[in-house]
């Protein structure tokens, strides 16, 4: 064993050492899509008298956690996103409106004297004309009291607490305890109140939560005029549940937010649906991986099975990395990391395509030098189709939101693994076999000593693929104008995500008919709700936005057209956030455009870095009409697959237009469109053996994954084929166009006759 093969050697296995650690002591954590609960996402509001600024929402920040750690909710998340909003998880809350109400509330408690019973032309809740700070809100009885100035706020207060009185008769209430100055203005408060005569309006004391007056309690008579309640403590009674009254409590302790918050995106997911998602994306993982180990083996033989040894140690190190950086594991983020255990075979036969062309062209071949060559001769292709799909990884993490985010944070731990995956551990396994004397005896073993199917027709057909780039193109024209003419046709499904609305699903105990479900909430009063099926037994239902209350009657309705039905997903997003994200998905896909054409044009020449752009808008413009013809929702997890598609697309074309410019630099001397050609048929195995490897995953995803990832999983195919097509058939022959273009001439076919 040389000295640079020890090296890989030992990195290797302190690597795998280090990620079986942290594997075994560090769990993943999980997002709340695959474990159950509800996130919320609020943003602050400025009112006349407060700023919404960076200030008050830490502030908020800080009241919100108290009344969550009060709610008892186990592990949960509370952090702040931009200078206006915040985002709760709450794992395990399945009561989105009992949360949001707690969150939501602004908490601003107040304690004011009564002035008396509200005369006739006082207006309720309105500041009274010429009388500063008094205003009229009616009492818990709903009868008008007039107020006076508050005397003491929620800042005075020391603590709350619910109790539970039934001797006395109070039944569940709570107690409120003053400090400081809050003492003696709590005295000064009732010994002004108790002057007035026992039975009159002014003798009672307006305790307000948030403009309403949740209870009015009259002092007692036994409290002399001036002397008022010293004690420092009062009771706030109202014939509260146990709920209501631990809620108060837990309101007033946490304090008042500083300025207004309103919900403007609300997600809840039941813990058996996110059980379900887990065990659909690990049977498709387990199963695709074995089909794609199974194919590669086939292929390669004994360097295919060890390089499925190191998909295995891909896996580990993905898994490790996840922990080890305190990543969040998303629905999306699962099924990238699926997706991944597929796009990191492409390494591996990249360098074993290369190797095979390296044995076959050498006279005194050995498969140790030919596997060298090939690890040396693919490393250009291998890192800029990697870096490629880093930048959209790095798009899907600082352009999107929420589960997608967690797509791009997968998909960049597991393109970096990958590489490392192939280039060091499938490197260290594959050189260690071929330097047994063993394999080197029977080199036909390893996989490499033949040129494998695919090549071994092209090199006895050799057909002339870029005879007539026009053609090409027209067929792709033709496929782009069908696909397109879909979103003028249908126009494009905008999901709640991007519009803003409310998205509710529901399993069911049998199939329900969509249509009369559809037909019941019209007749209910929702006409543009739209109702979908979604897995064998289960409906979705997505409309505008809904109050609470028109969730319980959509629900209702529901049910009595479909029988029982538990609700396992529950969306709210709001229409100013609709708009933004929806802002913010058009802006990450014309900066993913423009930076993919920035890099291919910085590692390329301008004719092939616009032609690969060229494919990758043709590959976009076809998966949205197909998406537009099926009627598919176009949503955030469909960004995430489209951004990916994007990726795919590039790998194909760096790697074909890699092998253009390594042909192009030898002078061989036949003309640009014979060098696209022979290019084409050496790439080709690669383009096929990669795809299939590929295939064989997103199918066990598209058909195991479950109804929440059979979307991504159709998009992910459709743009695997119009990519693999779109490197070849479309980029190929406008790089043609262009170079000709950029001589003065036309595309030329003499000389397309080149030996692959």
Not at 57 to 71: K, P, Q
Not at 312 to 334: E, I, R
Not at 581 to 601: D, E, H, N, S
């Amino acid at each position: 064993m040389n000295r640079s093969l020890r090296v890989r050697a030992l990195l290797a296995l302190a690597v795998l050492a280090l990620s079986l650690y942290v594997a075994a002591t560090v769990p993943v954590r999980l997002g709340l899509d695959l474990r159950g609960g509800t996130q919320i996402v609020l943003e602050t509001r400025s009112t006349p008298t407060a700023d919404a600024d960076s200030a008050a929402t830490d502030r908020t920040l800080e009241v919100l956690r108290g009344r969550i750690d009060a709610l008892g909710v186990a592990e949960p998340t509370l952090v702040r996103s931009g200078d206006h909003r915040i985002i709760a998880e709450l794992p395990g809350v399945q009561d989105p409106k009992k949360a949001a109400a707690v969150l939501g509330r602004t908490a601003q408690l107040t304690f004011h004297p009564v002035l008396g019973a509200a005369q006739d032309g006082d207006e309720t809740s309105r500041p009274l004309p010429k009388r500063s700070g008094q205003r009229v809100l009616p009492d818990e009885s709903g009868t008008p009291l007039r107020l006076g100035p508050a005397s003491l706020t929620g800042e005075d207060v020391k603590e709350a607490a619910a109790r539970f009185d039934q001797q006395g008769g109070a039944g569940w209430h709570v107690t409120v305890g003053f400090e400081g100055a809050g003492r003696d203005g709590w005295a000064r408060l009732t010994g002004e109140a108790a002057c007035t005569a026992p039975g009159d309006a002014a003798r009672r004391v307006a305790i307000v939560l948030d403009d309403k007056v949740i209870s009015s309690p009259q002092v007692d008579p036994s409290i002399a005029c001036g002397a008022g309640i010293r004690d420092g403590a009062t009771q706030i009674t109202g014939s509260f549940s146990p709920e209501e009254a631990r809620e108060l409590s837990l309101l007033i302790n946490g304090g008042a937010l500083p300025v207004p918050v309103e919900t403007v995106e609300q997600r809840t997911v039941g813990p058996t649906l996110g059980a379900q998602a887990i065990t659909a994306s690990a049977w498709a993982a387990v199963i695709g991986t074995a089909l794609t180990s199974l194919f590669i083996i086939v292929v390669y033989r004994l360097l295919g099975a060890l390089a499925a040894l190191a998909l295995a140690c891909y896996g580990l190190v993905s898994y490790a990395a996840l922990a080890a950086l305190g990543a969040t594991l998303t629905l999306p983020g699962l099924a990238g990391f699926v997706l991944a255990i597929g796009m990191a075979v492409d390494a591996n036969v990249l360098v074993f395509e290369r190797a095979r062309e390296e044995y076959a062209a050498r006279r005194r071949p050995s498969i140790r030098s030919a596997l060298t060559a090939g690890f040396r001769n693919a490393f250009s292709a291998i890192a800029d189709s990697n870096i490629t799909t880093l930048i959209a990884a790095a798009l899907l993490f600082f352009l999107a939101s929420g589960p997608v985010r967690g797509f791009g944070v997968t998909l960049g731990i597991g393109v970096l693994a990958s590489m490392f995956s192939a280039l060091v551990i499938s490197r260290v396994l594959a050189e260690f076999a071929a330097s047994r004397p063993g394999v080197r005896r029977r080199p036909r073993l390893t996989g490499i000593a033949t040129t494998g199917a695919v090549r071994e027709r092209l090199t006895r057909r050799n057909p002339l693929l870029m005879r007539r780039p026009r053609r090409w193109l027209a067929t792709s024209a033709a496929v782009l104008v069908l696909a397109g003419s879909g979103l003028a046709v249908r126009g494009v499904d905008l999901g709640v995500e991007f519009t803003g609305g409310r998205l509710i699903e529901y399993s069911t105990s049998s199939p329900v008919d969509p249509g009369r479900v559809r037909s019941a909430l019209a007749d209910a009063g929702y006409p543009r709700a739209v109702v979908q099926s979604s897995g064998d037994a289960g409906l979705t239902v997505r409309t505008d936005p809904l109050t609470d209350a028109e969730e319980r009657e959509v629900t209702g309705t529901l049910r009595e057209v479909a029988g029982p039905a538990d609700k396992v997903r529950d969306e709210l997003i709001g229409p100013s956030l609709g708009k933004e994200l929806r802002q913010g998905a058009l802006i990450a896909l014309a900066v993913a455009l423009g930076a993919q054409f920035v890099y291919l044009a910085a590692r390329f020449r301008w004719v092939l870095g616009s032609a690969a752009v060229v494919a990758l808008i043709h590959d976009v413009v076809i998966l949205l009409g197909v998406f537009a013809w099926l009627g598919k929702p176009v949503d955030g997890v469909f960004l995430a697959a489209l951004l990916t598609v994007i990726g795919y697309s590039v790998n194909d074309s760096v790697v074909l237009f890699d092998r253009v410019r390594e042909l192009d630099r030898r002078g061989s001397g036949p003309p640009f469109s014979g060098v696209v050609n022979k290019a084409i048929l050496q790439t080709l195995p690669r383009t096929v053996n990669t795809g299939m490897g590929a295939a064989f995953m997103l199918t066990a995803l598209a058909v195991l994954g479950g109804s929440s990832l059979t979307d991504f999983a159709l998009a992910l195919l459709i743009g695997l084929a119009v990519g693999t097509y779109s490197s070849v058939f479309t980029a190929a022959p406008v790089a043609i166009g262009l170079h000709a273009r950029s001589r003065g001439g036309k595309p030329s076919a003499e000389g397309a006759a080149v030996t692959a």
